[in-house]
């Protein structure tokens, strides 16, 4: 049972480049979620899904595309990245109902240069 | 809108002393959830403890305790004798059970040193 998994760990893209962080569970959680961690601000809900084919954007969805084909996967877009997406990005999951504890993964340390 | 205030940025205490974070919420919700995570050096984010609105009673798991009072919507946490693997950044967290219930709204963290 490997929980909430996250690729890459560490990633630096220039300045309009695109990419795809992944994200996995194999817990069958429906929820899943992604959120960015800025210093001095928390982290902040950027995409959320209740399950399959269904999302819903955060407090900070813009830039960010997402995607649910899959009860196991999440991906989070950027389509052209920009220096405000420096951050790190942390994916999360749970049962649906009732707030249950979210699992997070280890997070994806992007920087863009 | 819901909102989340830990007011103490950094605190530092000495090997085993007690300290207690605080945190203070808003929200409109009768029915909402409050968290506690733990995000050591190493990055990782550590679910500690989850309170329901209907259940006000304290709650001990070995040194640390919560203190969860309605009326002054607040969820403090203490930990009795720190030592120094309690250094972390300590979130609280809020989610309401409209719409869902499982959006978390976090608190901005408050990062805890204990020196020995």
């Known amino acids: 049972n490997a929980g909430v998994t996250q690729t890459p760990k560490f990633q630096v893209l220039k300045t309009g480049q695109s990419m795809t962080l992944q994200c996995a569970q194999d817990m069958n959680h429906e929820y899943m979620s992604w959120y960015r961690q800025d210093p001095g601000m928390g982290l902040r809900l950027i995409h959320y899904s209740v399950g399959a084919g269904i999302t819903d954007q955060g407090e900070v969805p813009n830039g960010y595309n997402v995607s649910r084909s899959t009860t196991e996967d999440f991906p989070l877009r950027l389509l052209s990245a920009a220096p405000s997406q420096t951050s790190v990005y942390f994916c999360?999951?749970?049962?649906?109902?009732?707030?249950?504890?979210?699992?997070f993964g280890p997070g994806t340390r992007l920087t863009v240069t | 809108a819901q909102k989340v205030t830990q007011a103490q940025t950094e605190i530092s205490v000495v090997e085993k002393e007690d300290v207690t974070l605080d945190c203070v919420y808003e929200?409109?919700?009768?029915?909402?959830?409050l968290f506690w995570y733990k995000q050591p050096p190493s990055g990782e984010l550590v679910f500690l403890i989850r309170r329901n609105s209907f259940d006000e009673q304290n709650e001990i798991s070995g040194r640390y305790s919560w203190n969860f009072q309605k009326s002054t919507s607040s969820f403090n946490f203490t930990i009795t004798a720190s030592q120094v693997v309690d250094s972390a950044v300590y979130f609280c967290?809020?989610?309401?059970?409209?719409?869902?219930?499982?959006?978390?709204?976090f608190g901005t963290g408050t990062q805890l040193k204990v020196e020995l």
């Open positions: 929200t409109r919700d009768t029915t909402y959830y």
């Open positions: 999360a999951s749970s049962y649906v109902q009732n707030s249950y504890e979210q699992y």
């Open positions: 967290a809020l989610s309401e059970s409209a719409g869902g219930g499982n959006k978390l709204t």
